[in-house]
């Protein structure tokens, strides 16, 4: 499946027709909209409609917005619209759309993005917290989630400049992240992890290498948290800024970041493998630089 950006589409007429055959009044709205050449009006200038496609058909769709039906707020962007065709739901393909919304919302500068909506139970799964209740443009009650752009363990204070000058435009912890997003992939993951990965949890099978790669560029110490089949979590503590830029691959689970031993890229580049995934990374962050 693939992720594509109507405006950007070949042929978006065909992708209309299919969102105006969505069971949703919302799709239809949407449909409507796209029709009068209204889209923009509504949601804003830079506002894009995000397509989940299985070949030539639509699979999902949903919007990332600078605005959304809540009139009275300046909270901004969105991500709205969601909608996921009846024959291919209870697979959690929305999460890729919400991702690349995130991703979006990051390379705009935000640290956080909405959702407004009248369901519970239904974002929470996707890291959404509750914040608010809100009135819609029709005076209904709307419950409004917020999503951190950086799904990230530390995100909050990972600020600390680099020290490393041969990555230039990776400033922070948080640039480096962005820069990673495209990275990572079934080749630098894990080998005993690599059928598992997929681009919806890609940073699954990666902290080892990608610690050891933020420690090139920001010094400190990499600590592993133990897990049950015997092998380590690697996270970073820089002079008491502590991230994990893997943390995504856990979900919900909460993991325990104090008191756990260091790791040493002597000791694990000892697997030659792990050595050439490290070498890997390394080399397509550069080609991303």
Known sequence: MDILEYGNTVNPSWW????GESDWVAGQ???????????????GNRSRLLLLTDG??????CTYAERDDTPDTDLT???GFVYTYPEY???RLMGRLISRAKELAREDGFDTIYISTGETGLYEKYGAEYLTMMKDTRGANSRIYRLNTYGFYGWEQ??????NPEFPGIETPRDLYRKLWQAWSAETCAPRMRADWT??????GQCSITAFLAQEIFGGRVYGIPLSDGNYHC?????????DLTSEQFGLEKLSYTGNPEQHRETHFLKQEKKERYEALKTALKLSL
């Open 158 to 163: 990972a600020v600390i400049r680099a020290e």
């Open 16 to 19: 209309k027709a299919q969102i």
């Open 77 to 79: 962007p969105w991500i």
């Open 56 to 61: 030539s058909k639509l699979a999902a769709f």
């Open 89 to 91: 739901r209870g697979r």
């Open 29 to 43: 709205y949407l449909y409507q909209l796209l029709q009068e050449n209204r889209f923009h009006q509504l949601t």
């Open 235 to 243: 996270y970073n503590d820089v002079s008491g800024c502590v991230f």
């Open 199 to 204: 681009v919806e949890n890609r940073t699954l």
